[in-house]
């Protein structure tokens, strides 16, 4: 079957938890800056009655991984968390799936992180983004570098992966080299590098930024390259870096072409059934999904939007995949427009991915699958 593939996708669960003490001027996530108080509880509750009344999407799958992400999940009670957890057990039955939760710095306390583990949670999302204390500062973050080497410490033992960020305001090549460093020093396993992308509606839209030019912007790319390949990192998606065996798995499935399930205000999910793939989400208003998790922005994936989504997914991974590793059979229309890359250069042969010059001319690359 092409976009009607069987129904027994790998399923992975994304749970998002809005709570933000305060928006960063660069975010446009789905965030409430409200208080947090009780309302985590409520919001629990809501969640729940999500995962219940999504039992036709889920369809007798276990769920594959869980994420927590936001906003800022660890502003959230351990109460809160382990009501999901509890309502999702019969959702899972290996005991060792990989349940990943988001943390800001200033959160991660020992009792947080022990209360975390207690109830499941195996891998810990840490939001450094820099270790200069200007640049966090520039970017609005509530925490500092000493804030952030305290969380690292008491997550030392644990299975870690860190956010930061490059093309940020008063980051030099140099400065972005010691942040670099400074990740390398603290032995976690996974990075997430993310370019700072300048979104409509957002304070940093309408502010003028002194952001580092394009060539010293190559030259942190290049640094990065550089300095975790060096330190047995290597760069498995367009922004994922990994020591072998710790890449994530919750991601992978996304960009595998996976099936998710996303509950909380805005989750986004992608599930196959039995004649279609659909791409929608929940409301994002917190009040709104609190009293009714409705589903909005209903798109089925047919022809050409298919073979762009799968394009889009499937080319982030570096390393490429074989089409065996896939739960979908290509369809036909893709393969066709797949060809034409491997004849320009821009698409590997022998795997699905693009070549060294395929990611060069990206956009190149990914305009052959409209
Ligand atoms: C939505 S946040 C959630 C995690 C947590 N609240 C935090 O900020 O650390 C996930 C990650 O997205 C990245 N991010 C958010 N907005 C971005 C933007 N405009 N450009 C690049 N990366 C961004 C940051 O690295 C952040 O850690
Ligand atoms: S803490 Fe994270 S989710 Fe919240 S506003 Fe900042 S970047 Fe966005």
């Not at 820099?130 to 952030?148: T, V, W």
């Not at 700072?196 to 640094?223: D, V």
């Not at 989504?309 to 393969?335: H, V, Y």
Request: hydrophobic residues 35%; proline residues 4%.
């Amino acid at each position: 079957m092409t976009n009607s593939q069987n129904n027994k996708s790998p399923l992975s669960l994304y749970i998002h938890l809005p709570w933000c003490e305060r928006r960063c001027p660069y975010c446009d996530f789905s965030i409430t800056t409200d208080p947090v108080g009780k309302n985590d509880l409520t919001l629990a509750k809501a969640i729940i009655k999500d995962i219940n009344n999504s039992s036709p999407l889920i369809n007798g799958r276990n769920f594959s991984t869980i994420y927590f992400g936001g906003g800022t999940p660890s502003l959230s009670s351990i109460e809160a968390i382990e009501m999901i957890l509890n309502c999702v057990k019969g959702h899972y039955s290996n005991k060792d799936i990989e349940i990943t939760f988001e943390m800001n710095p200033t959160d991660v306390t020992k009792e947080k992180v022990n209360g975390l583990s207690g109830i499941g949670v195996n891998r810990f999302s840490l939001g450094v983004q820099s270790f200069h204390d200007a640049e966090l500062k520039a970017l609005g973050r509530n925490h500092d570098k000493s804030s952030a080497l305290n969380a690292i410490n008491i997550l030392a033992e644990r299975n870690i992966t860190m956010d930061l960020m490059y093309g940020i305001e008063l980051q030099t090549i140099q400065s972005f080299e010691e942040t670099l460093n400074q990740f390398i020093e603290s032995r976690v396993n996974h990075l997430s590098l993310y370019q700072l992308t300048i979104e409509p509606n957002t304070i940093y839209y309408k502010k003028a930024l002194k952001l580092p030019m394009e060539e010293e912007i190559e030259a942190m790319e290049n640094s990065a390259k550089t300095l975790l390949k060096k330190s047995g990192y290597h760069q498995y998606e367009i922004s994922s870096w990994s020591k072998a065996g710790f890449e994530s798995k919750h991601n992978l499935n996304y960009w595998m072409f996976g099936d998710y399930l996303g509950v909380g205000p805005g989750a986004h999910s992608k599930i196959t059934s039995k004649d279609k793939i659909s791409r929608f989400r929940k409301i994002k208003p917190l009040n709104a999904y609190i009293k009714n998790q409705k589903i909005t922005d209903n798109n089925i994936l047919l022809g050409d939007d298919l073979d762009m989504d799968l394009a889009m997914n499937l080319l982030r991974m570096k390393e490429g995949i074989t089409p065996n590793e896939l739960q979908i059979e290509l369809p036909k229309s893709f393969l066709k427009k797949y060809l034409k890359g491997v004849s320009n250069g821009l698409l590997k042969k022998d795997k699905i991915g693009a070549t060294k010059k395929g990611y060069q001319y990206l956009n190149e690359t990914i305009n052959l699958f409209f």
